[in-house]
């Protein structure tokens, strides 16, 4: 059992390891609950139900996430251009959403937001994606280049996540630095 005052983020933490582990069709109250080892009651005490609870979760995932964009961008070897921190960011957003996938669209699904620490955190991993975007912008409108970035990203996890298109497929995925490079070159 969680030491007193330690409850909300055992019950986070309850939360996360089900996400990755079954999904979200493994994200009740009860089972969050049995997980941290407590009464069922406890998660809706302490975060007003599930919805609630997911609120927290996914502030958690997007927590790991501005980490995960942040690294990428501030880890490149000496040398490393514009296109690397892009490309670098972007690659980090695609591995995040194919090794947490459950608790991606968690996160995605609680935007937009009310909550303002949820808010606030979830622009922070925009923000790492504007700041790369901002070499590529100068002859193009900023938030068009942002949206169409955060687009292709996005649509290349979605499509890539989980997934192995056998050869015959019609659907036919280049690599994403290919992608990229032709939306920003």
Known sequence: MPARGELPRALIEAGLALLDEEGTEGLTLRRVAARAGVSHAAPAHHFDGLPGLKTAIATRGFQSFLHDLAAARDNL?????????????????????????????????????RDAELRNISNGSYLVLKEVCAPFTANRPAAALEAAV????????????????????????????????????
């Open 77 to 113: 070897p000496e040398g490393a251009d514009a296109f690397d921190a892009l490309l670098a960011v972007n690659l980090a957003y695609i591995h995040f959403a194919g090794n947490r996938t459950a608790l991606f669209r968690l996160m995605l699904d609680q935007l937009p937001t």
């Open 150 to 185: 955060w687009a292709l990203t996005h649509g290349y996890a979605s499509l890539t996540i989980g997934k192995t298109y056998l050869p015959e497929a019609q659907v036919r995925t280049c690599s994403y630095e290919e992608a990229l490079r032709l939306l920003v070159g």
